[in-house]
C-alpha cells in the first residue's frame, strides 16, 4: 500500500489523538468520514496502525521509578538470545526490552514506586532471568521526551 497525503495526514490526526471522532477526523482532512473510515480501515489491516492505547500517568498509580537496565548475557547463541526473551517477556514490571548491538545484549525499561521495590524487582524478576551475565541499572531523574511517533514521521514523505 502506498500512502499519500491523505492517508499521511489521517495518520498524523490519529498519532495526535487516537480518539479523534470519524466526523472530527473527516474535516480535518477534507474527506467524508464513509472515505475517512475506509482508509483508517485500509491503515489498520496493512499495519500501519497496530493498535490503540490510552498513555496511563503511571505516577497516579504509585509507579514514580523509572530504571533503564543494561544487561550482558553469558552467551550469545541462539538458544541463549531465545531464553532471556521468553523469560524476559514474563516479567510484570518490564516495560519495554530492545535487544540491542554494542556491549550490552539488552536495554530494558522497568518501571517500580520506589528504590524498595527496584530492589525487589531486581532479587524477584531481573536476577532470575536465564544466562545473565551483568545487570546494570540507571534511574531516570525525570523524563523529558515521551513519544510514540516522532513529529518528522509526518515531514518526510
Known amino acids: 500500500m502506498d500512502l499519500d497525503r491523505i492517508d499521511i495526514a489521517i495518520l498524523a490526526q490519529l498519532a495526535s489523538n487516537a480518539r479523534v471522532s470519524q466526523t472530527e477526523l473527516s474535516e480535518r482532512v477534507g474527506l467524508s468520514s464513509t472515505a475517512v473510515a475506509r482508509r ?71 518501571v517500580a514506586r520506589d528504590i524498595s521495590d527496584f530492589e525487589r524487582i531486581h532479587k524477584t524478576e531481573l536476577s532470575r532471568l536465564p544466562r545473565v551475565a551483568r545487570i546494570q541499572s540507571s534511574f531516570a531523574i525525570r523524563e523529558v521526551v515521551n513519544r510514540a511517533v516522532p513529529p518528522s514521521l509526518f515531514d518526510l514523505r
Open 40 to 110: 483508517q480501515k485500509a491503515l489498520e489491516e496493512n499495519g500501519f496502525v497496530r493498535g490503540y492505547g490510552a498513555n496511563l500517568d503511571l505516577r497516579r498509580f504509585g509507579l514514580s521509578v523509572t530504571v533503564l537496565v543494561r544487561i550482558s548475557l553469558e552467551s550469545q547463541s541462539e538458544e541463549a538470545l531465545q531464553n532471556f526473551e521468553t523469560a524476559v517477556v514474563k516479567c510484570p514490571s518490564v516495560v519495554r526490552c530492545f535487544l540491542m548491538s554494542g556491549s550490552d545484549d539488552y536495554l530494558l525499561t522497568v
